[in-house]
C-alpha cells in the first residue's frame, strides 16, 4: 500500500502562488497512483470558507481518495463543513478525527487542534477515541495522522509542540500499548524530519506553501512538490 503524506498548503486569497503549488502538488500525486493521499492540516492560512473551497477543487481532482485533518491555522467548523463526505467527515463533529477502514492498514486520523494556539492539545475525549480506535481492529497496521507531531523536533527554537507537553506523553504511553502502530506522520514544523518512537517510525513532512530548509534546493529540483510518499510492505507487524 502506498500512501502520499502533505501538509500545511497554507491556502490564501492574497497568496495565489499556494494555490499554484497546490495544483502542482496533485499532478505529481496522479503521475504517483497511490493508493490514498492524507493532507495533515495548515489547509488554509485564515481558515475562511473560501480557502477551503479553492482546497476542495484542487483536492478533487485527484483520481484516488483523499483525507484530511485540521492543523492549527485552520477553521474546525469551516474545513468540516467544506469536506464532509457523510462517512468520515459531518459538520457537526467537535473533532476532526476518525478511522479509516478501505486498505490493507487503518488510517487513523487524529485532531490535534486547540483553538487559537499555535501548539497542539490531546483532551480526555479525543485520547478516549484514539484509544478505542487503535483497540477496534490490532489485526491490521495502523498508521496515525495528526498535525503536530507528538515527538521532539530537533529543528527551530521550540522543540515541543504540544502545550501542555503530557498531552503528548498520554498519546505515546497509549501508542506503546498496540504492536500494531505502523507510522506517525505529522507536519506543523514546515521542515522534513524523521525519528523513532517506541520503535515506530515517526516523520515531519515539510511545507508545500514555503520551503524553509536551511540549504535551498538547487534549480534542478525547483517545482519539484514537497510531499512524504510511504509505503506499507505486506510484512508490516500487526498483532496476530
Known sequence: MRIVHLSDTHLAEDRPDRAAALEACVDHIERLRPDAVVHTGDIAHNGRAEEYRTAQTLLDRLSMPYFVLPGNRDDRRNLA????????????????????????????????????????????????GIRRMLAADPSRPACLFLHHPPFEVAVGPYPRHFDPWTDAGALVAELQRHDHVAGIFCGHVHRAFETTLGGVSASVVSCLADDLRWDRPDTAQRGLPVIGVHTLSPDVPAAA
Open 81 to 128: 463543513r467544506a469536506f464532509a463526505d457523510g462517512r468520515h467527515i459531518r459538520p457537526d463533529m467537535p473533532f476532526v478525527q476518525y478511522a479509516v477502514e478501505d486498505f490493507p492498514a487503518r488510517l487513523i486520523v487524529v485532531d490535534s487542534v486547540n483553538a487559537g494556539m499555535s501548539k497542539g492539545r490531546l483532551c480526555a475525549e479525543r485520547l478516549d
